[in-house]
């Protein structure tokens, strides 16, 4: 379906430890915000505890586009964290669903290997 994807992410973790799971930005070329987005727990983590927010972050631009000169200030986005509970060890999966005024929805799947 056109505007609906569907993203997999592996991460690992520490017990106890925040860790970003995953972060999103809509940035225009001159680095201003290029809409809105809204970030949604679907299924929330079984051992740990996860936490959207949204907060002025540095975006990861690869040359060639135009906004890699954004990559040296923090614009508008929002952030995925996940805390694993201090005495887990093992798998654990978060998914998350992101809106933007685009029309755009992707579901990230992120699968969490704590250590």
Known sequence: MKGYDTLDIAKAAVPGEKVRLWFATMTNPDCSSAGTMTTQVLTGARHGQVD???DK???NFAFP???VACDRQKVDGVQA???AAADFHGRDK???QNATSEGRIRRIV???NVR
Request: no cysteine; glycine share 0%.
């Open 52 to 54: 959207i927010s949204y």
């Open 57 to 59: 972050v540095f975006p």
């Open 65 to 67: 586009n135009p906004r």
């Open 81 to 83: 964290f996940y805390t």
């Open 94 to 96: 978060v998914v998350l």
């Open 110 to 112: 992120i699968d969490i």
